[in-house]
């Protein structure tokens, strides 16, 4: 069986902190464009406007993604793929692996200069996302899940 399977629990590790806070900051520049704008016309909604995105940016940055990264984390069974996440209310998704019928390993530019990937697992009617994987780790998961569909771990072996 591939190694991805012989870990017990796989957590996010830091670097996926830092990805996550600077993909926050790229998306807060169009935020504050759009906030100037306004600025010109209303200065005093664009402030309260500007002062409440600062602090979301804040908070953000501080405590929910590091939170966040702490709660995340993924098991990996020869039937079953667990993903435990949320800071606030905690999700687990439990997935049975013969019910994957397409898996795909993707990577942004952040995720490309840190070595990292999303695994995306689509099934009949929905998709799991499996964010911030190492890079050997995600392509280890798609190979081993494309094995099984393929018929070659039908039983076990």
Do not use: H
């Amino acid at each position: 069986m591939k190694k991805i399977f012989n870990k017990s629990k796989i957590r996010v590790s830091r670097t996926a902190v830092i990805i996550w806070r600077i993909d926050l900051t790229l998306l807060m520049l169009p935020v504050a464009l759009l906030i100037m704008l306004i600025g010109v016309f209303f200065p005093v909604i664009a402030a309260i406007i500007g002062i409440a995105a600062a602090a979301a940016y804040i908070l953000a940055i501080i405590f929910y993604i590091p939170l966040y990264c702490r709660n995340l984390n993924y098991t990996f069974d020869k039937k079953i793929i667990t993903v435990k996440k949320g800071v606030l209310y905690k999700r687990t998704s439990v997935l049975p692996v013969s019910s994957v019928q397409y898996c795909v390993v993707m990577q942004g530019l952040l995720q490309k200069r840190f070595r990292r990937c999303s695994v995306f697992l689509m099934l009949a009617g929905s998709f799991i996302i499996i964010s911030q994987l190492k890079l050997s780790d995600g392509e280890a998961l798609v190979s081993a899940l494309r094995e099984m569909q393929s018929g070659g771990d039908e039983n076990g072996k």
